[in-house]
């Protein structure tokens, strides 16, 4: 019995935690390439805030496959530089894709996503998903139960790489992702809401054009006789669900035409782009089809992939999290109804969390940024604002035997916040008698800080004290406190804008 605990208490500990088999840093981005980043989403810098450089890092770790076998996969870490206080994590799942090299952690376009929010103070991971990146089996497409674990355990992966990485999560779980991502979001917002919120709790969800409804909505796609964008992504499915289930097919000509059924094994390879796969394939999807398997899909409901389709479905919950349902009314791709079916279904089971936001009509491409900029100030407004004082200041020179100054006006936060002078002055605004670079740390009370440093130097221009007829008033002009030197055989005489003396020295 004492053996059958230990090996109960290593499968419980073991559930929670992803073994990290390797980290590499890949690239440094400064405050000018983030800003060329936003640019090239056609994003203005001025809608983001670029609060932090950030460090990209492909990661590698376990994760379990179907088959029950443990998997080494990868995923992209994107790490606020110097930061200095708990953030965030998000997570986001990517779209589709054909290559393995396009995957986050490749430093693909995608992954920039991640670079502009980890600018905003988000410690974003991004997983490749089993077969993507520096995975070498198959891409499980659009399986939900291998998408959601996967990305937990990169999530896992994130949290567990904190001392090594140097930054420190605050509790708070943001997931989002689009088109494939959406589903893959949608599957691990059910995972972690399910079975895993002991582990962690969700802050925010964002699911984004993606297709939630794959057996209904989406495969609507399959039997339509009608142009279709990404004719690629059935025999996608039907690759994937067979490689799962073991039961869609003995041979890819029950399934395909003789003429596709012997190119698609080479284009699934894992080095061909979506792009060319769709190039191969006829416009109508039904179209590489055999004509009797489109008829069995139609007719039978239990047919294998009708019934693998409905198995990876991801509406069958009501999500507790606030989660917002991003998609465009245009979308070419992805079937609008899939996000309107979805939300339909979550409110049918209880769920008060849910929103629908659609954004028009815009093509699955165009949806794209304005979904995920909308994304991002969903999380905005539900995270912990980031510590971002704007401080404006005055630097006083000194003479040779005067004071030097820095007038410091915290135009935001007021009186959240406490300070300090890296020489130990108490005041907010510093008097310095000697020349140099004085640090005023400002913190708030979350332990978060931010540093500015100023440099005094003797200032010519400032009268000697030991001259006659020399006078300094400072700040000028001021409103309540007001300091003034001058020879100490001089008389001085101070009147308000009514010419009323308040203060006479001699």
């Keep these: 019995m004492r053996n059958l605990t230990i090996i109960l208490s290593l499968l419980i500990s073991c559930s929670s935690y992803a073994q990290v088999t390797g980290t590499e840093f890949i690239v440094h981005y400064n405050e000018n390439q983030i800003n060329s980043v936003l640019s090239s989403f056609g994003i203005p810098s001025n809608l983001v805030s670029a609060i932090y450089e950030v460090d990209f890092y492909r990661v590698t770790y376990m994760t379990m496959h179907p088959n029950g076998e443990m998997v080494e996969v990868s995923g ?13 994590i998000s997570s986001y799942q990517h779209g589709t894709i054909g290559s393995r090299g396009e995957a986050p952690s490749f430093v693909s376009g995608e992954a920039m996503l991640g670079v502009i929010f980890a600018s905003g103070g988000y410690i974003t991971c991004m997983p490749d998903y089993i077969g993507l990146g520096q995975s070498e089996l198959l891409h499980l497409y659009v399986h939900a139960d291998s998408e959601a674990s996967a990305s937990l355990d990169m999530i896992r992966a994130t949290r567990d790489l904190q001392e090594e990485l140097g930054f420190e999560w605050n ?18 917002q059910r995972l972690i809401e399910l079975d895993e919120s002991n582990e962690f709790q969700i802050t925010g969800s964002a699911p984004m054009s993606g297709p939630y409804d794959i057996s209904g909505a989406q495969a609507s796609v399959i ?16 690759l994937s669900y067979q490689e799962v289930y073991g039961n869609i097919f003995t041979d890819l000509e029950e399934i395909f035409l003789p003429e596709y059924a012997a190119i698609i094994p080479d284009l ?21 089809l055999q004509p009797n398997l489109l008829e069995q899909f139609q007719s039978d409901p239990n047919h294998p992939l009708r019934v693998a389709l409905a198995a990876n479905d991801v509406m069958d919950w009501a999500p507790q ?10 979308d070419d791709q992805v079937n609008y109804m899939n996000s309107l079916n979805a939300y339909d279904a979550f409110q049918n089971l209880g769920s008060t969390s849910v929103l629908l936001s659609d954004f028009g009509d815009y093509d699955h491409g165009e949806c794209a940024p304005i979904a995920i900029l909308a994304g991002y100030y969903f999380f ?8 971002n004082p704007q401080v404006s200041a005055v630097v006083e020179g000194i003479s040779d035997v005067g004071l030097g100054f820095v007038f410091v006006n915290v135009v935001f936060p007021q009186g959240d916040y406490t300070f300090e002078w890296s020489n130990g002055w108490e005041e907010l605004d510093l008097e310095a008698f000697e020349p140099g670079e004085y640090t005023l740390t400002l913190t708030d009370d979350a332990g978060c800080s931010q540093s500015y440093t100023y440099t005094i130097e003797y200032d010519l221009s400032v009268p000697n004290l030991n001259e006659s007829q020399s006078i300094k008033l400072f700040p000028n002009p001021a409103s309540d406190l007001v300091q003034v030197q001058l020879n100490k055989t001089e008389k001085i005489m ?9 203060f006479t020295q001699k």
């Design 76 to 88: 992209a870490l994107c790490v606020p530089s110097d930061a200095n206080c708990p953030l965030p």
């Design 171 to 188: 509790e708070e779980l943001f997931l989002w992702g689009y088109s494939q991502g959406g589903h893959a979001t949608a599957a691990l």
């Design 223 to 238: 039997t339509a006789d009608q142009i279709y964008p990404t004719p690629g992504y059935l025999p996608y499915v039907v």
């Design 268 to 288: 699934f390879d894992g080095t061909h782009n979506m792009g060319y796969i769709n190039s191969q394939f006829p416009d109508i999807p039904n179209q590489m």
């Design 321 to 330: 999290v606030p989660t917002q349902l991003f998609f465009c009314e245009g």
């Design 380 to 387: 905005e407004s539900l995270r912990t604002p980031v510590f």
């Design 494 to 502: 101070i009147y308000d804008v009514s010419g009323r003396l308040l």
